[in-house]
């Protein structure tokens, strides 16, 4: 069904050229590992500089957390006007929002 309006569509692949912030998030991600191991390793030694540190680590674990989730807006800002930027495509009219649209 969909087939009938992939005419306009070429046979090469669509790429989406922001997916390089990705990898920014697999690092604070691996990142953010390693600080809860720190986070786990200092509680189970119960020594009051390792569970004083404990506060810092987790500061970081958050500060980590909200610039994952400050890339992946940037990332669907970027998809959002790249599909715009194609028009013709099934869906990429602005104002074409399946996921607005009601269920029929």
Same mark, same amino acid.
């Given at each position: @069904?969909?087939?009938? *309006?992939?005419?306009?569509? /070429? /046979?090469?692949?669509?790429? $989406?050229?922001? $997916?390089?912030? #990705?990898?920014?998030?697999?690092? +604070? +991600?691996? *990142?953010?590992?390693? #600080? +809860?191991?720190?986070?786990?390793? *200092?509680?189970?030694?119960?020594?009051?500089?390792? #569970?004083?540190?404990? $506060?810092? #680590?987790?500061?970081?674990?958050?500060?980590?957390?909200?610039?994952? +989730?400050?890339?992946?807006?940037?990332? /669907?800002?970027?998809?959002?006007? $790249? @599909?715009?930027?194609?028009?013709?495509?099934?869906?990429?009219?602005?104002? /074409?929002?399946?996921?607005?649209?009601?269920?029929?």
């Amino acid at each position: @069904m969909a087939d009938n *309006n992939n005419q306009n569509n /070429s /046979s090469e692949p669509i790429e $989406f050229p922001n $997916f390089s912030k #990705l990898e920014k998030v697999q690092d +604070l +991600l691996d *990142n953010n590992r390693h #600080l +809860l191991q720190q986070i786990k390793a *200092n509680h189970d030694a119960q020594r009051p500089e390792g #569970l004083a540190k404990n $506060f810092t #680590l987790i500061q970081d674990v958050n500060a980590n957390i909200d610039k994952v +989730l400050q890339v992946y807006v940037q990332i /669907s800002e970027d998809y959002r006007a $790249f @599909m715009i930027q194609r028009p013709g495509e099934v869906g990429n009219e602005p104002g /074409s929002d399946d996921a607005d649209q009601p269920a029929t």
